[in-house]
C-alpha cells in the first residue's frame, strides 16, 4: 500500500486525506493546534457574485468549482454520516446606499461580459423576495447561489477520514524533506518525528512549511462576526446578501455570518474598529439584525498566492502535490480540489478546470 503525508488542517487538508485513503492509501494528516481559516469563514459559494473583471480567467473556476458542489456533498455525507449542510438559497447584491449603485451596475455589465447576465430590480422588488431588507435602491438577483456551513463541513470532513482510515498527528512546526534527486521524501514535525510518505501534498494555510518549495504563500486577514438567532425568532433573512462593504450570511434557523474585512495582515486580532464597520453595514441592509445576539467575533489569516489563484497540482521539480492558496474562494473552490485528487490517483491528466492552477507558474517567482 503507497503511503501519503499531508500537511495541513484545514477544510482542503481534511479533503485531500480522506480522498486518498478513501482510494486505499495509507494517510498521514499532520495538523497544526491553530484554528485553520476555513473555520471562520462564511463559507459562499457564489461564482457569479465573486466575478471579477480584472481576472476573467477566474471565473470559469468558481463557475466549475460551484458546479461540483452537489456531488461532493453527497460523497461527504455519505462517507462520514454527517449532512454538511449545504444550501442553494440564491444571494442578492444590492445597493444598500445610493454610492452603490453604480458599483453594482458595474459588476452586472461584468457578468454580461462573461455570458450571465443578471437583471437589475428595484428596491420594492427585493423586499418583496426578503421582506427583512432595509431600503435598498436595488440590485441583482442571483438565484443559483449558495452557502455551505465550514465548521459542518470541517466536521464531516474529519468524520469521514478517520472512518476511512486517515490517521491525525498532532504536531507544532513542520518541515518538508527531500530526498535523493531532490524529491520530496518525508516530512518532520517540531516534536522531530520524520512522517515518510511517497506522495507528500502540502495542503496549508500561512505560513507554509519551511522550505515549503515552489509556491509563495501571503496572509490576507479576514475578520467575521456570527450573529445568533434566537429559538423563538424567525430568520430575518433567506438567501445570501452583499452589498460592496459587506455579506450577509444565514446560516440554517440558528446563526448569521456577517464578514468580512480584507487585509494584508497576518495577525489573528479582532478590532473594535471592524466589528463595527462589519455592524453598521450589515444593520444598513438588514435593519432587524441589530436585535440579534453577537455571539462570537473571530479572525484568521487566508492564505493566497501572488497571482491571487490557488497552486493545485504536482510541483514538477520536488514531487509535492499542492493543495494552498484559496484565498477568498477556499470553501468554494474545494471542488477543484477534490478533482485534481482523484486525477493524480488515477494517473489521469490535469482536469481542464484545473489548467491555470499548476504549480509551475510560481517557477519565476521563486528564481
Same mark, same amino acid.
Given at each position: 500500500?503507497?503511503?501519503?503525508?499531508?500537511?495541513?488542517?484545514?477544510?482542503?487538508?481534511?479533503?485531500?486525506?480522506?480522498?486518498?485513503?478513501?482510494?486505499?492509501?495509507?494517510?498521514?494528516?499532520?495538523?497544526?493546534?491553530?484554528?485553520?481559516?476555513?473555520?471562520?469563514?462564511?463559507?459562499? =459559494?457564489?461564482?457569479?457574485? !465573486? &466575478?471579477?473583471?480584472?481576472?476573467?480567467?477566474?471565473?470559469?473556476?468558481?463557475?466549475?468549482?460551484?458546479?461540483?458542489?452537489?456531488?461532493? #456533498?453527497?460523497?461527504?455525507?455519505?462517507?462520514?454520516?454527517?449532512?454538511?449542510? =449545504?444550501?442553494?438559497?440564491?444571494?442578492?447584491?444590492? %445597493?444598500?446606499?445610493?454610492?452603490?449603485?453604480?458599483?453594482?451596475? $458595474?459588476?452586472?455589465?461584468?457578468?454580461?461580459?462573461?455570458?450571465?447576465?443578471?437583471?437589475?430590480?428595484?428596491?420594492?422588488?427585493?423586499?418583496? @423576495?426578503?421582506?427583512?431588507?432595509?431600503?435598498?435602491?436595488?440590485?441583482?438577483?442571483?438565484?443559483?447561489?449558495?452557502? *455551505?456551513?465550514?465548521?459542518?463541513?470541517?466536521? #464531516? @470532513?474529519?468524520?469521514?477520514?478517520?472512518?476511512?482510515?486517515?490517521?491525525?498527528?498532532?504536531?507544532?512546526?513542520?518541515?518538508?524533506?527531500?530526498?535523493?534527486?531532490?524529491?520530496?521524501?518525508?516530512?518532520?514535525?517540531?516534536?522531530?518525528?520524520?512522517?515518510?510518505?511517497?506522495?507528500?501534498?502540502?495542503?496549508?494555510? $500561512? /505560513?507554509?512549511?519551511?522550505?515549503?518549495?515552489?509556491?509563495?504563500?501571503?496572509?490576507?486577514?479576514?475578520?467575521? =462576526?456570527? +450573529?445568533?438567532?434566537?429559538?423563538?425568532?424567525?430568520? /430575518?433573512?433567506?438567501?445570501?446578501?452583499?452589498? /460592496?462593504?459587506?455579506?450577509?450570511?444565514?446560516?440554517? %434557523? !440558528?446563526? *448569521?455570518?456577517?464578514?468580512?474585512?480584507?487585509?494584508?495582515?497576518?495577525?489573528?486580532?479582532?478590532?473594535?474598529?471592524?466589528?463595527?464597520?462589519?455592524?453598521? #453595514? %450589515?444593520?444598513?441592509?438588514?435593519?432587524? +439584525?441589530?436585535?440579534? !445576539?453577537?455571539?462570537?467575533?473571530?479572525?484568521?489569516?487566508?492564505?493566497?498566492?501572488?497571482?491571487?489563484?490557488?497552486?493545485?497540482?504536482?510541483?514538477?521539480?520536488?514531487?509535492?502535490?499542492?493543495?494552498?492558496?484559496?484565498?477568498?474562494?477556499? *470553501?468554494? @473552490?474545494?471542488?477543484?480540489? #477534490?478533482?485534481? *485528487?482523484?486525477?493524480?490517483?488515477?494517473? &489521469?491528466?490535469?482536469?481542464?478546470? +484545473?489548467?491555470?492552477?499548476?504549480?509551475?507558474?510560481?517557477?519565476?517567482?521563486?528564481?
Amino acid at each position: 500500500m503507497s503511503s501519503v503525508v499531508v500537511v495541513g488542517g484545514g477544510p482542503w487538508a481534511r479533503l485531500a486525506a480522506w480522498r486518498l485513503a478513501r482510494a486505499g492509501r495509507d494517510v498521514a494528516l499532520i495538523a497544526g493546534p491553530q484554528t485553520p481559516a476555513g473555520a471562520v469563514a462564511a463559507g459562499m =459559494l457564489g461564482p457569479r457574485s !465573486e &466575478a471579477d473583471e480584472r481576472d476573467p480567467a477566474l471565473y470559469p473556476l468558481l463557475a466549475a468549482a460551484f458546479a461540483g458542489w452537489p456531488l461532493l #456533498a453527497d460523497e461527504v455525507a455519505a462517507d462520514s454520516g454527517t449532512d454538511p449542510g =449545504l444550501r442553494i438559497c440564491g444571494c442578492l447584491h444590492v %445597493a444598500a446606499r445610493r454610492e452603490h449603485i453604480a458599483a453594482i451596475r $458595474h459588476h452586472a455589465a461584468a457578468l454580461a461580459a462573461l455570458g450571465t447576465p443578471a437583471e437589475w430590480l428595484p428596491g420594492s422588488t427585493l423586499r418583496e @423576495l426578503e421582506p427583512g431588507l432595509g431600503g435598498v435602491a436595488g440590485g441583482l438577483l442571483l438565484p443559483e447561489e449558495g452557502e *455551505i456551513d465550514p465548521r459542518r463541513l470541517m466536521a #464531516a @470532513l474529519v468524520r469521514a477520514g478517520t472512518r476511512s482510515g486517515v490517521r491525525t498527528v498532532d504536531a507544532v512546526g513542520v518541515e518538508v524533506i527531500r530526498g535523493d534527486g531532490g524529491r520530496a521524501a518525508a516530512v518532520r514535525d517540531g516534536q522531530g518525528r520524520v512522517h515518510r510518505g511517497d506522495t507528500v501534498v502540502v495542503a496549508v494555510g $500561512h /505560513p507554509a512549511p519551511p522550505p515549503a518549495g515552489l509556491v509563495p504563500i501571503r496572509p490576507v486577514k479576514g475578520q467575521i =462576526l456570527r +450573529l445568533r438567532v434566537p429559538p423563538d425568532a424567525d430568520v /430575518p433573512l433567506i438567501r445570501t446578501v452583499r452589498t /460592496p462593504e459587506v455579506y450577509v450570511v444565514p446560516r440554517r %434557523a !440558528e446563526e *448569521i455570518a456577517v464578514g468580512a474585512t480584507v487585509e494584508e495582515a497576518s495577525d489573528r486580532r479582532v478590532t473594535a474598529g471592524a466589528a463595527l464597520d462589519l455592524l453598521e #453595514a %450589515a444593520v444598513a441592509v438588514c435593519p432587524e +439584525l441589530r436585535e440579534l !445576539e453577537l455571539h462570537e467575533a473571530s479572525a484568521a489569516p487566508r492564505p493566497a498566492t501572488p497571482d491571487g489563484r490557488p497552486a493545485i497540482g504536482r510541483d514538477p521539480h520536488d514531487g509535492v502535490f499542492w493543495a494552498a492558496g484559496g484565498h477568498r474562494h477556499g *470553501i468554494l @473552490l474545494a471542488p477543484l480540489v #477534490a478533482q485534481g *485528487i482523484d486525477a493524480d490517483l488515477r494517473g &489521469a491528466p490535469i482536469p481542464a478546470a +484545473l489548467g491555470g492552477l499548476a504549480p509551475g507558474r510560481f517557477a519565476a517567482v521563486r528564481a
